[in-house]
């Protein structure tokens, strides 16, 4: 059978596959035996599940050679049969066997694939998306609707081109509620994330400096986020937005979207901090006043191990989304007691000799200045921030690191810088060129008694310096 597209999945990749013309991002023309959608359908209802790297197969696992700038999965094909894969999808002409399915394009196929099956959920697709806090939200959203439901949600950073897809096939057909974490840096990858996840309910936390390269600037940035709200509209989905957030609130405005708004008094539910301190515990109420529901026994605020006052963002998010698919008060609140921090997300570690706050698996300057104000608002002791380079701004390098060591200077916090884009546009109270000048540096010149916030991009690794503190 010729690979088509079909109506259901609304001819996303693919015009005229049985045409004499060359298909996208494949080098050859479209072979007239190739498997379509609905036979990988097949193969992956029989299949123990997707896999795209030789590493992860396995018996009865179903291999997807994709083809990258530096890989060819292709080349890999043969040995994943060998290693007990059900087969593998791959996209050489010239390769030939059992167990091997011949498509145009691996990626494609990979797309379309999850699209079919995610048609056959039966319950609601959550699609989430933002500058910042996508992840602590994803998971907060986990934990507060897995007290009703069975919900399956992206794990790690798969919210991708590529992990949407995996996200998707690794969920059962039958799933009752799905969370979908999508990720960006140019405008246009969030319209082809959810033309695959097609999410019937949505929600963008915030709007921030991410990605300045590759989204042109911040009008860019908005206007890809928005491409969430867009498809939630074209389908009559649902989106939940702040109402407090003018950005947010400017991007909801789209005809056919139903808006739901929270986190006011006249859009409750409203919540609230037990005192100034970020790190305060949490009250809220479902009426917008400030009493707190008769789920806060005895009047005890909820307490919550996800400090600074940006989180406070995260949890509202969660208790209204909670709220609103019938979570009851007494739940969210007890998801919310128990809830862990994410790894590497804000974490605290107490060393033997300092405090220190690991949040660097991302930055951009939104998300470091809120995390500096928050940081500079739980009054620690001898505070430290030793920031790393924010990476993907273009020609916004140079203003953004300069933006974020002015709030530590306001904010009255000892800054130390490491990176080449620090060392070449700011100067830190002590300015690294690179790790390892700074672990150094530390050997020769321990901390003590410090408070030590770490925030930078995932690959500066800043990270690897809290044995040395």
Known sequence: MPWAATESNERLFIENPASDSPVRGSSFLVPMKSTDVSTLLEWHDRSAGITTDTRQCGPGMLFFALRGERFNGNEFARQAIQTGCLAAVVDDPDLEGEGLLLVPDVLEA?????????????????????????????????????????????????????????????MPKDVPFALVEMGANHQGEIAALSRIANPTHGMITNVGQAHLEGFGGIEGVK???????????EGQGTAF???????????????????????????????WRSGSSPQSPLFW???GSTTPGPWHKAGRPTAVQLEGQHQLANMTAAIA????????????????????????????????????IVDCYNANPSSVESTLRS???????????????MMELGEHAAAGHQWVRDVCTECGIECWVVGPLFS?????????????????????????????LLKGSRSMKLEQLVDAL
């Not at 056959?120 to 697709?125: H, K, L, T, W």
């Open 285 to 287: 109420s479902l009426d």
């Open 223 to 233: 206007k890809g986020k928005q491409e969430l709200f867009v498809h939630l509209a």
């Open 110 to 170: 990979l797309q379309q694939l999850a699209r079919l099956h995610r048609d056959r959920f039966p319950g609601p697709v959550f699609g989430l998306t933002g500058s910042n806090g996508k992840t602590t939200t994803k998971e907060l959203l986990l934990a507060v609707l897995s007290q009703k439901f069975e919900v399956r949600g992206t794990k790690g950073n798969l919210n991708n081109h590529i992990g949407v897809p995996l996200t998707l096939l690794s």
């Open 241 to 271: 937005v702040p109402a407090k957030d003018p950005d947010l609130m400017a991007l909801s405005d789209l005809e056919g979207l139903d808006t739901h708004l929270f986190g006011t008094p006249e859009n409750p539910p409203f919540v």
């Open 424 to 452: 070449a546009h700011v100067q830190g109270d002590k300015t690294f060129d690179d790790l390892g000048q700074l672990q150094h540096h530390l050997a020769k010149h321990p901390l003590q008694g410090r408070t030590i």
């Open 321 to 356: 989304v909670g709220q609103y698919f019938g979570v009851s008060p007494e739940s969210i609140a007890q998801a919310l007691m128990q809830f862990q921090p994410v790894s590497q997300r804000g974490e605290t570690v107490k060393t033997a000799v300092n405090t220190v």
């Open 375 to 389: 940081f500079s608002g739980t009054l620690p002791d001898a505070p430290l921030a030793i920031l790393g380079d």
